[in-house]
């Protein structure tokens, strides 16, 4: 299979930093994405990585290492509002395959 | 309005019902998904479809079965209803003609099984 590995749960402060790291099965892979769902909502897109490196888009940022079957999302200045679960899913072929979610809570 | 339109939203049934979750988009995509979230599970596939004739089953297709009514219409039955088929249900769509799309979700069928 293509395991897609996440943290189950984090905690973090309002105004802090956190990183939200995810593996995954490097062969026949295509790009990651990151996805944030509240509670009983649908998940909505925050970012994709084809390439290494990183992609920064306002407080949230997202960095793929290939070689190595890693990626985090880094949310910075966290708001109460993060408050929610943040969805790994790496693409192959043409499906995609889902990480079990990590829910971050946000405290003040 | 919604872009990927799923009904009903919620649904509580009996073991052994015929149960139908129905998905309508407006995006024009080619490509429609149907998953179940289940806690700790993460999102899992049941059904995909590709296009109006092409009907494919995902990771978890057992006791499901899939339309494709039209290139708008993606729906998903139960058969026999059984209770670890309780769960939430999303349906999904993609653009056909980018690798790099991403996924439009619906705002997701509760369905609950007795």
């Known amino acids: 299979g293509q395991n897609i590995d996440q943290p189950t749960e984090m905690t973090a402060t309002e105004g802090a930093i956190v990183q939200i790291n995810c593996t995954y099965q490097t062969s026949g892979f295509n790009g990651l994405f990151w996805y944030q769902q509240h509670a009983g909502e649908a998940p909505t897109f925050l970012s994709y990585?084809?390439?290494?490196g990183l992609e920064e888009k306002g407080r949230f940022s997202s960095f793929l290492s290939r070689s190595k079957g890693y990626s985090y999302l880094l949310l910075k200045e966290l708001q109460m509002k993060d408050s929610a679960s943040y969805l790994c899913?790496?693409?192959?072929?043409?499906?995609?395959?889902f990480g079990p979610g990590t829910r971050l809570s946000v405290l003040p | 309005d919604a872009d990927v339109t799923q009904t009903p939203r919620n649904r509580i049934t009996k073991t052994g019902k015929r149960i139908m979750l129905e998905c309508s988009q407006t995006?024009?995509?080619?490509?429609m998904y149907w998953y179940r979230q289940d806690p700790g599970l993460g999102l899992r596939l049941i059904y995909y479809s590709f296009d109006v004739k092409d009907i494919n089953k995902g990771e978890i297709s057992d006791g499901y079965s899939v339309s494709r009514q039209a290139q708008a219409k993606f729906s998903l039955s139960l058969e026999s209803a059984i209770p670890n088929q309780t769960a939430l249900y999303f349906c999904?769509?993609?653009?056909?003609?980018?690798?790099?799309?991403?996924?439009?979700f619906g705002e997701g069928s509760r369905l609950t099984v007795l």
């Open positions: 995006k024009g995509h080619d490509r």
């Open positions: 990585n084809v390439l290494d």
């Open positions: 899913a790496g693409t192959y072929g043409q499906n995609f395959v």
């Open positions: 999904a769509t993609r653009s056909g003609g980018l690798n790099t799309g991403e996924l439009f």
